[in-house]
DNA sequence: ATGTCGGAATTATTCCGA
């Protein structure tokens, strides 16, 4: 079985690009951010006829999460609790047998901006429903864009980046709450040394010249990690397609036996 | 050069967010 996640930047922009995907690498379930649109404006046909269902949690503008599926899939939650205002951000599915949630978590914007605490204080409240839902034994995902870089390592600043947004304390604090609620780092798993990045700024030729961080993530409850064979970085669609202009971020890829 | 995108508000141009 292959997972995967993306945020696709728009899904109205990114539909053409995201159709060549999913054909090319045919995964099963995955769990995508940043539609900015609505869920009446959500192209059910364009997935339909790859073979997808889907269920979307979106809004106008911006924000915006949905789970493609191949397996059968049943939603159990739209937003997470109390911080609804902060956006359409969370979404969770059963996708045959897994436990599937998929984030768009927020910016911050900077570490003196007003958005900053009210970032901490959201991943605060998914750390609590993390820890309140979790069960033993239970094949969890928690994938998406985290927008923190966990490590040094994870950052095209290493550790000249400390204490800028995305690197600051505060935020690694809150990843590695997650990480100790029983959550593996997929990626980071499998790969303890690697520097690779799921994310570069359009501007600045930052692709080319290296300049990534790694901040989309699919996070794994114990039986997922024991069941995963590979997780990959699909780099080569940063890139553009037939014409067709990349998200700012490259889809990241689990496979489970 | 903070150099590019996507979307919205308004009508090809400007802003906002990332």
């Known amino acids: 079985m292959r997972i995967a996640t993306w945020n696709v930047n728009g899904l109205r922009a990114r539909l053409d690009f995201v159709r060549f995907w999913l054909d090319d690498r045919r995964p099963d379930v995955v769990g995508f951010q940043e539609l ?36 059968p899939l049943a939603v159990e939650r ?3 609790p109390g911080q609804e205002e902060f956006g359409a951000r969370l979404i969770t599915a059963r996708a045959g047998d897994l436990l599937f949630t998929t984030v768009y978590c927020p910016n911050g914007k900077d570490v003196d901006h007003a958005d900053f605490p009210r970032k901490l204080g959201w991943f605060d409240a998914l750390v609590a429903l993390v820890a309140a839902e ?6 969890a995902v928690l994938c998406g864009d985290f927008n923190i870089a966990p ?3 994870d950052s095209w600043l290493g550790d000249k980046g400390d204490g800028r947004i995305f690197h600051t304390d505060g935020e690694r604090q809150r990843f590695q709450a997650l990480l100790d609620c029983g959550l593996h780092d997929l990626y980071r798993a499998r790969h303890p040394d690697e520097r690779a990045f799921s994310w570069w700024d359009y501007r600045g030729g930052a692709f080319h010249r290296g300049h990534g961080l790694r901040i989309d993530m699919v996070l794994g409850s114990p039986a997922v990690l024991a069941r995963t064979a590979d997780v990959w970085i699909d780099r080569d669609y940063r890139k553009k397609k037939e014409g067709l202009t990349a998200s700012d971020h490259a889809p990241v890829i689990v496979e489970l036996e």
């Open 151 to 153: 490590q040094p390592l």
């Open 134 to 139: 979790s069960r033993e034994g239970e094949l």
């Open 78 to 80: 739209r937003g997470l």
């Open 36 to 71: 900015k649109l609505e869920d009446d404006g959500f192209p059910h046909e364009a997935f339909n006829e790859l073979g997808y269902r889907v269920e979307t949690y979106g809004q106008k503008s911006w924000n915006g999460v949905a789970i493609a599926s191949r397996l």
